[in-house]
């Protein structure tokens, strides 16, 4: 596993957690920052879907739509993490949340697409209960 993603739990519908990524192990040769980081999830019997993603330049963050004004993706290069705010948790945000990450660069088109990455965590459980 070349990431770790934690931070998962359960909370009440309108609650907040913050998900956190974190390189393991001698994978990125090259600092963490300088790599597009895109969160996934996936819940029971459903197909994996975008979430959120942060470009490699650190200026371009994209969000699924059932997210936008919820969720925010964000960077803490000092302490090689990239985090994921949630905010006004609802019961269909429930799923399993990856934290994903490419071998090489990618676009901010790209940078949507499950396919692209290379890099997975095992994922954290977030659970909202209504």
């Known amino acids: 596993v070349q990431l770790q993603a934690s931070g998962g739990g359960l909370v009440q519908a309108g609650g907040s957690l913050r998900l956190s990524c974190v390189p393991s192990?001698?994978?990125?040769?090259?600092?963490?920052?300088?790599?597009?980081v895109g969160w996934f999830r996936q819940a029971p019997g459903k197909e994996r879907e975008f979430v959120a993603a942060?470009?490699?330049?650190?200026?371009?963050?994209a969000y699924a739509d059932s997210v936008k004004g919820r969720f925010t993706i964000s960077r803490d290069k000092a302490k090689n993490t990239v985090y994921l705010q949630m905010g006004g948790l609802k019961p269909e945000d429930t799923a399993v949340y990856h934290c994903?990450?490419?071998?090489?660069?990618?676009?901010?088109?790209?940078?949507?697409?499950?396919?692209?990455?290379?890099?997975w965590g095992q994922g954290t459980q977030v659970t909202v209960s209504s």
């Open positions: 994903a990450a490419p071998a090489g660069l990618i676009s901010t088109t790209e940078m949507l697409k499950a396919e692209r990455y290379d890099y």
């Open positions: 192990g001698r994978t990125f040769g090259r600092t963490f920052s300088s790599y597009a």
């Open positions: 942060n470009h490699w330049s650190g200026g371009s963050a």
